[in-house]
């Protein structure tokens, strides 16, 4: 999802209390910024935020990050997240490729990539965010146990993505490619694209992995 410059959307987020200003200062300290030890989860690619302000709302016994890399993006969900009241959850224009810089290994607990962009040409893979360099970044800020959830209805990036995250050495705790009508479908949060692309009668994918 990338969106038309808008004006002002630079200065929107440096001034907004739910951005996360200078992210890489509280690297190894994310249990002060929400002022208690929950496990963290970070959504990577959130877009607008819809999945991860409803999970926020559902768990306050956990803190939710939602990172994205374009400010006109960004701004849609702040624009969301001021209609809401909850302590447990920030923003950060920043990209997943920095993510080493922001966590230190061991601080989150899950991450979430949800129908993260196919960049369908071969020259193109090593920017999915589960192609194996991707993969080395998450393993770098998750705890050992921790795990990354992946949602598409992308066909050609979900067999993709089956290959890369065991080529980079994690395992696959399950997968489906019908999630809407598998036996882990029962809790499934819908993000924005999922409500799109499920409602054209698109297959929902979702894997779970560990290392
Ligand atoms: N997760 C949302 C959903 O399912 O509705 C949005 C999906 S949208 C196709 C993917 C989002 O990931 C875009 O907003 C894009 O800007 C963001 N994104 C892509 N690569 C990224 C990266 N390297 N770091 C942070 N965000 C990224």
């Known amino acids: ?22 992210p890489e ?49 960004l701004l849609r969900g702040l624009q969301k997240r001021a209609e809401i009241d909850l302590p447990n959850i920030y923003f950060m224009r920043v990209d997943a490729k920095d993510l080493a810089d922001i966590f230190e290994k061991g601080e989150v607990s899950r991450i979430y990539l949800n129908f993260s962009d196919p960049w369908p040409k071969d020259r193109h893979a090593k920017r999915r965010l589960t192609s194996v360099n991707f993969m080395e970044v998450y393993d770098k800020v998750l705890k050992p146990d921790g795990v990354v959830e992946f949602k598409t209805d992308n066909r050609g990036l979900f067999e993709f993505s089956l290959g890369s995250i065991q080529e980079a050495g994690w395992k696959i705790k399950y ?37």
Request: proline fraction near 4%.
């Open 175 to 211: 997968h489906t490619f019908d999630l809407h009508h598998s036996e882990y479908a029962e809790g499934n949060v819908m993000t924005e694209y999922e409500m799109k692309f499920s409602s054209k009668g698109n297959s929902i994918c979702k894997l779970v992995a560990f290392r």
């Open 25 to 73: 200062k509280n690297r190894g300290r994310w249990n002060e910024v929400f002022g208690n030890n929950n496990p963290i989860e970070i959504e990577v690619g959130m877009g607008k935020g819809k999945f991860i302000m409803e999970l926020a709302a559902a768990h306050p016994e956990i803190n939710y990050i939602g990172i994205e890399r374009y400010s006109s993006v």
């Open 1 to 22: 999802m990338r969106l038309r410059h808008i004006p002002g959307a630079e200065e929107e987020i440096a001034a907004s209390p739910f951005v996360i200003q200078e």
